[in-house]
C-alpha cells in the first residue's frame, strides 16, 4: 500500500512539465522499444509461470485459461501496436472547405500527458496491461493502480513495470479505495476506469473535479437471445463455455438468456450435457476439476450466493448445479428456470456462474424487457434467421453485438469495445484507444495568398454574397 506522500511525489514526478515533453516528443522508435520490454517480459518461461502462479493463487486459472484469456490478448494487441503505430503517429491530413482557400489542414496526434488507470480484478493482468500499452504507445506517463482484491497479480504487476520502467515513464500504486480516492484527487489529464458502474460514477465525479478526460470500461447485464432458429445443442454448449469462463467473472459474459419456450427443456438437456463435458469429464464432480475456477473472494461468493437464495426463494428453479463449498468459493455452473424481474439475478450483474433463463413468445417481448433495463456492453443474438437477426439489432442499443458467437467483440483491436452509459463511456482497442490517450490537435496552416483578408472590414457585400453561394454547392 502506498501512502498520500508517496503517491503525490510520483505524481508531480510524472507531471514535471519536462517530462511530460520528453514523453510527448518521445520517437516511434521509443515507443516501440519500451512496447516490445513488456512482449519480451511476459513472453519469458520464467515470467509467464509467475504470472500463471499468481493468477492460479488469486482466481485459480489453469494455465491454460491464462494463456488464452491474459497472455495472447496482451500479445495480440502489442502486435497492433507494433504494425500501425508509425501510421498512427503521422500527422493526419484532411480536406478544406472552399473558404478556407490557400490553407491546408491537419490532425497532429499529441499526447494527453499524465494518464491514471484503474483496473479490476477478473482479467488483472490483461487488464492492466492493454491500455498501458496503448497509453505508452500514444506517448504519456502512466499511474496504474490495479486491484487491490487480486492481491498475487497486483504484485506481480508491479514487479513486471519497476522491472521495465522508470517511476517517471509509468509507476504502480498498489492499493484499495483509500489509494484511489487520493489518486482521483490529482489532475490527471486523462483517467482510464475498467470496472463495475457503482465505481465508474465515483471515478466520474472525481474526473469533474479537475476535468479530466475519461474512459469509462463498465459491466452490466449483456444478454443472449435464442430465437429458436440455430442449433440448440451448438448455442448451449457455446453459452455453458462464456458463462463459465473465468466462473462467469466476464465483463462480456452472457448474463441472462432469451429462449423460446418450446426450446428450453432441449436448451436445459444440453447446457447440463456441456458442463459436464467441460468440467466432469473423469465423473469426479465438477470441484475436482482444474479447469474450473473460483470466486475470487468471500464478499464475491457471498453476493452471488445471495443472489441465488433469492432467486430460489422467490419461486426460480435450479435445473441445474447450485453446488457451493463456501470454504473454497467454489458454486457449480447453475441454471435457472421460472425467473421474474423481481428477482435480484435480474436486477444485477451476476458476475458468477449462474446463468437465469427467461422465456419469451415474441420477438417483441424481448425488446420490451430491453427497454426496461439500462444498454449492455453486448447484447448477443444466436440466430439463423436474417430478419430477427436485423430486427434485434434495428431495435437495441448496446456496446457491440455478436451474432450467432459469444465474448469475441473485445478479441478484434480493429473494433470499438467499450459500453453505452450504464456499460461504459469511450471505446477502446487498436486505433481507438491511441486516439483515446490522445490530444487530436486541429493543426491549419497558410500555404499562399491572405483570402482571410476579404472578410476584414469594411465589408464587401459581394464577398459575402459569394460565402452563401458556396455553401449552397
Ligand atoms: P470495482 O469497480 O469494484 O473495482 C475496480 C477498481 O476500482 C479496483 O482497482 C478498485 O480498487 C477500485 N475501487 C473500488 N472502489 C473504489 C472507490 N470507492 N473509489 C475509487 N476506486 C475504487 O470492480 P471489480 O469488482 O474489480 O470488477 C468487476 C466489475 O468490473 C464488473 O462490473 C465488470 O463487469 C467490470 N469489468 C468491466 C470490464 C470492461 O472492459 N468493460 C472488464 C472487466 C470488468
Keep these: 500500500m502506498t501512502n498520500k506522500t508517496e503517491i503525490k511525489r510520483i505524481f508531480n514526478l510524472q507531471s514535471k512539465a519536462s517530462n511530460v515533453l520528453s514523453l510527448r516528443n518521445s520517437s516511434y522508435k521509443e515507443r516501440v522499444e519500451k512496447i516490445k520490454s513488456i512482449r519480451t517480459f511476459i513472453s519469458n518461461d ?116 519497476q522491472t521495465l520502467f522508470k517511476e517517471n515513464e509509468v509507476a504502480v500504486i498498489e492499493g484499495s479505495v483509500e489509494e484511489s480516492t487520493e489518486l482521483l484527487k490529482l489532475p490527471f489529464n486523462h483517467i482510464h476506469f475498467t470496472g463495475s458502474p457503482r465505481v465508474g460514477k465515483i471515478v466520474m465525479e472525481a474526473a469533474a473535479k479537475n476535468l479530466s478526460g475519461i474512459t469509462l470500461e463498465l459491466g452490466g447485464k449483456s444478454p443472449v437471445i435464442v430465437d429458436g432458429t440455430g442449433n440448440i445443442k451448438n448455442i448451449a454448449q457455446k453459452i455453458a463455455w462464456a458463462k463459465t469462463l473465468n466462473c462467469g467473472q466476464t465483463c462480456i459474459a452472457p448474463d441472462f438468456a432469451l429462449l423460446k419456450k418450446e426450446n428450453l427443456q432441449d436448451f436445459i438437456t444440453h447446457f447440463k450435457n456441456s458442463v459436464a463435458q467441460f468440467y466432469n469429464v473423469s465423473n469426479q464432480g465438477i470441484e475436482k476439476s482444474s479447469d474450473y475456477g473460483r470466486i475470487v473472494d468471500d464478499i464475491n461468493f457471498k453476493r452471488i450466493d445471495a443472489i441465488l437464495k433469492d432467486a430460489v426463494k422467490k419461486g426460480a428453479k435450479i435445473e441445474t448445479g447450485g453446488e457451493i463449498n463456501s470454504k473454497e468459493k467454489f458454486m457449480s455452473p447453475t441454471l435457472l428456470s421460472n425467473v421474474s424481474q423481481d428477482m435480484l439475478v435480474m436486477q444485477e450483474e451476476i458476475f458468477g456462474p449462474i446463468l437465469p433463463v427467461i422465456t419469451f413468445e415474441n420477438n417483441s417481448d424481448v425488446i420490451e424487457l430491453f427497454q426496461k433495463m439500462p444498454s449492455p456492453l453486448a447484447i448477443y443474438i444466436m440466430s439463423s434467421n436474417k430478419k430477427n437477426i436485423k430486427y434485434f439489432m434495428d431495435n437495441t442499443v448496446s456496446g457491440g453485438v455478436c451474432i450467432n458467437e459469444l465474448m469475441l467483440t473485445v478479441v478484434n483491436p480493429n473494433l470499438p469495445f467499450g459500453g453505452v452509459n450504464n456499460s461504459g463511456i469511450g471505446k477502446s482497442g487498436g486505433k481507438h484507444s491511441f486516439n483515446d490517450f490522445s490530444n487530436e490537435k486541429g493543426v491549419v496552416k497558410k500555404n499562399f495568398g491572405n483570402f482571410l483578408k476579404l472578410v476584414y472590414p469594411p465589408f464587401k457585400k459581394s464577398i459575402f454574397k459569394y460565402f452563401k453561394h458556396i455553401v449552397k454547392i
Design 46 to 161: 520464467a515470467n509467464h509461470k509467475k504470472i500463471a502462479d499468481a493468477l492460479y493463487k488469486d482466481l485459480k486459472k489453469s494455465n491454460e485459461e491464462v494463456i488464452s484469456t491474459e497472455i495472447t490478448p496482451t500479445l495480440l494487441n502489442i502486435k497492433q501496436v507494433l504494425k500501425n503505430l508509425k501510421q498512427w503517429m503521422k500527422d493526419e491530413h484532411v480536406p478544406s472547405p472552399l473558404t478556407m482557400v490557400g490553407t491546408s489542414s491537419y490532425i497532429k496526434y499529441e499526447s494527453k500527458g499524465n494518464i491514471l488507470l484503474i483496473s479490476p480484478w477478473n482479467y488483472p493482468i490483461f487488464l492492466s496491461l492493454y491500455p498501458l500499452i496503448y497509453a505508452i504507445a500514444s506517448g504519456n506517463s502512466v499511474i496504474l493502480k490495479p486491484s487491490e482484491i487480486s492481491t498475487h497479480s497486483s504484485k506481480v504487476i508491479k514487479n513486471i513495470i
